[in-house]
């Protein structure tokens, strides 16, 4: 595939800006909603309503979509011609995602692409490839005391002006599912088990470029994207065709 991060152009400033407004968006909204009919016990959210599944999931995935862009902006490649632009991208982007730290990010990320899947890959399990143990080991990686506690203290203030119910449904869920669907999408399935195709250590879903979207902006497509890591998320199907194709031409 031949590609270089310039030929982005000024695409990915505005991908990523897409995706961070969407999010404010719908996030402005939700935390406003009231279901058709209320519960029985008067507030404004509903359990029972299916809206609000349907809106969690959605939120989950632009909260995803968010993590993509700061991950991108690691790498270089939201404005490849603009360092302090692409920097301050994905200081944004981390911080909107649960408070993460940026820097803390492209350290264990960086790291992450030196030593994948080997003890020094920080993203690894620790010697337990049980899912949920491996997920709280990778949770722990990057959560610190200070996130949880910017996190509550945001959380006491905004349910001032806005329904507990719509803060934990579509600000702190999401946040929780967007999590396990990048270690999950982006770390497990791409990462667990013995690997033959060393240095990468990674292996991608099969073509199917829709539910590599939805699951996870295309980086269940992993192995591409050790290989290029200078592609953004947007880029990686195609490069998955590239690969798909030379795979059957063998």
Same mark, same amino acid.
């Given at each position: 595939m031949s590609f270089s991060p310039a030929q982005?152009?000024?695409?990915?400033?505005w991908i990523a800006l897409t995706i961070l407004s969407a999010w404010f968006a719908l996030l402005a909204f939700l935390l406003t909603y009231r279901s058709p009919e209320p519960s029985v016990t008067g507030i404004g959210l509903s359990w029972a309503d299916p809206l609000v599944y349907l809106f969690i999931l959605l939120q989950t995935h632009l909260y995803t979509g968010v993590f993509i862009t700061a991950h991108d902006a690691i790498h270089g490649v939201v404005a490849p011609n603009n360092k302090r632009l692409n920097n301050a991208?994905?200081?944004v982007a981390t911080l909107l995602f649960a408070y993460n730290s940026y820097?803390?990010?492209?350290?264990? #990320?960086?790291?992450? +692409?030196? +030593?994948?899947? @080997? $003890?020094?890959?920080?993203? /690894?399990h620790r010697g337990n490839p049980n899912i949920?143990?491996?997920?709280?080991? &990778?949770?722990? !990686? /990057?959560? !610190?005391?200070?996130?949880?506690?910017?996190?509550?203290? =945001? /959380?006491?203030?905004?349910?001032?002006?806005?329904?507990? $119910?719509?803060?934990?449904?579509?600000?702190?869920?999401?946040?929780?599912? !967007? @999590? &396990?669907?990048?270690? &999950? &999408?982006? =770390? /497990?399935?791409? #990462?667990?088990?013995? +690997?033959e195709n060393p240095p990468h250590n990674a292996r991608s879903q099969r073509l199917n470029h829709a539910w590599a979207f939805v699951s996870c902006y295309f980086f269940g497509y992993h192995f591409e994207h050790h290989d290029q890591p200078y592609l953004p998320w947007w880029k990686l199907? $195609?490069?998955r065709e590239t690969s798909e194709e030379l795979r059957v031409e063998h």
């Open positions: 982005i152009g000024n695409k990915g400033i991208i994905g200081w820097g803390k990010l492209s350290a264990g #990320h960086h790291l992450h +692409h030196r +030593h994948a899947a @080997t $003890e020094h890959d920080p993203d /690894y949920l143990l491996w997920f709280v080991d &990778f949770a722990r !990686s /990057y959560v !610190s005391i200070w996130q949880i506690l910017a996190m509550a203290i =945001t /959380y006491n203030v905004l349910k001032i002006w806005f329904p507990m $119910e719509n803060l934990i449904a579509f600000w702190m869920i999401p946040a929780v599912l !967007s @999590t &396990f669907q990048l270690f &999950f &999408f982006g =770390t /497990y399935l791409p #990462h667990r088990g013995d +690997h199907a $195609e490069a």
